[in-house]
């Protein structure tokens, strides 16, 4: 039986070429392959809700992209920050980075992102931004966060690590707020091993980023009259993407409409097989919503069948993961640092606790879909059974 891993990265004789030409040169960072992927993931992004440009700037990781969004909009200590409770700890890490308090928000059920109606409780006057998350690809409802964060003068800075290719009315994600973050880390849409891209329609903020990532150095190399010579401005950190990830990241960028569309047709082949003819499987949510860029396949199944449905895939050989394991509050660091009040997430924990992810990647051979299907609605009976048997 062959395994079938919950991702794996698509690498092509392409990419590694493409990383080899940057070995036989001389330069490995501070070069034209990171300033050319900007340029390129630009241009797959189009333009923002009023036709702006977007700016890009090459990360280390989707982690490094949200620290330097923190600390270009001065949020620090004494400052609040919204975050998503369902989400991947770097969301919230980021804002810890710079001293800011992270309060924590529930999701909606049915696509495990924030709403304006979750977020708005919570706003005090100490709050400075919103950070959100594009919960497994799928778009948030931008329009109303943008508008509530108008209306309270908040930064919105969104996580897009699992969104390359989520568009609202058509305009990407992350450019709908302050600053866009996007995550290159193997199992994600498009991979630079590790890597990340800071995105922002503000010319200015892109160009602070610039210097916050390269230890706050005021000029490039091809803008030093005097080699060597240069000032330090502002506090900095090293934050670069090498010449080598920005090769293979331009590589994979060439294949992304590809890459979402081997994602879009798994997705729905396996709804199909799973939902809305005679053979639905009850009890089973899936989270969806328009525009999403279908990282994964997340099935909600309840917290008493998930754990047997996760033995019953991994003794058929299917990778199936959770996404997320904890509610970011639930975690022992948060949960110890703010305190956790488990009725204020129910919908998080509902995803945490009873959500199956299923791969829908281009590594899929063309049955696996028809064989994942047929070895979920297995185990959900299976399951299913089994609580029957243990309360008959
Ligand atoms: C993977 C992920 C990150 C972290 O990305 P890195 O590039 O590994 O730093 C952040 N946020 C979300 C939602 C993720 O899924």
Known sequence: MREIPFGRPWITEEDKAAIAAVLDGPILTHG????????????????????????????????????????????????????????????????????????????????????????????????????????????????????????????????????????????????????????????????????????????????????????????????????GMYDVTTFGLNYRMSELQAALGRSQLRRVAAILDVRRKNFRALREALCGGPDDVPGCTILDGPGSSHYCFVAVVGPTRRDRVLSALARDGIGASIYYPHPVPRLTYYRKKYGYDAKRFPCAEAISDGGIALPVGPHLAPDDVERIAASLRAAMTEAAEEVLDRHA
Not at 34 to 51: H, R, S, V
Not at 69 to 88: F, K, N, S, W
Not at 140 to 149: F, H, T
């Open 32 to 227: 034209p392959a990171c300033k050319a992927l900007e340029e390129e993931f630009g241009a797959f992004l189009g333009a923002g809700p009023n036709g702006e440009s977007p700016h890009c700037v090459t990360t280390s990781s989707c982690m490094a992209a949200l620290h330097l969004a923190y600390l270009r909009l001065g949020i620090g200590p004494g400052d609040e920050v919204v975050v998503p409770a369902q989400t991947h700890v770097a969301t919230v890490h980021a804002v810890e980075a710079v001293g800011a308090t992270p309060v924590f928000a529930d999701c909606d059920a049915a696509t495990g992102n924030v709403t304006p109606e979750t977020i708005e409780p919570l706003l005090t006057p100490k709050t400075r931004a919103i950070s959100v998350v594009h919960f497994v690809g799928i778009p948030c409802d931008m329009r109303g966060i943008m508008e509530l964060a108008r209306k309270h003068d908040l930064r919105v800075i969104e996580d897009c690590a699992l969104a390359v290719g989520a568009r609202i009315e058509g305009v990407h994600v992350g450019l709908w707020g302050d600053a866009g973050c996007f995550s290159f880390y193997p199992v994600k849409h498009l991979t630079t091993a590790e890597g990340g891209m800071f995105v922002t329609r503000c010319a200015e903020v892109a160009e602070g980023v610039r210097r916050l990532r390269g230890f706050g150095v005021d000029r490039t190399h091809e803008e030093r009259k005097i080699p």
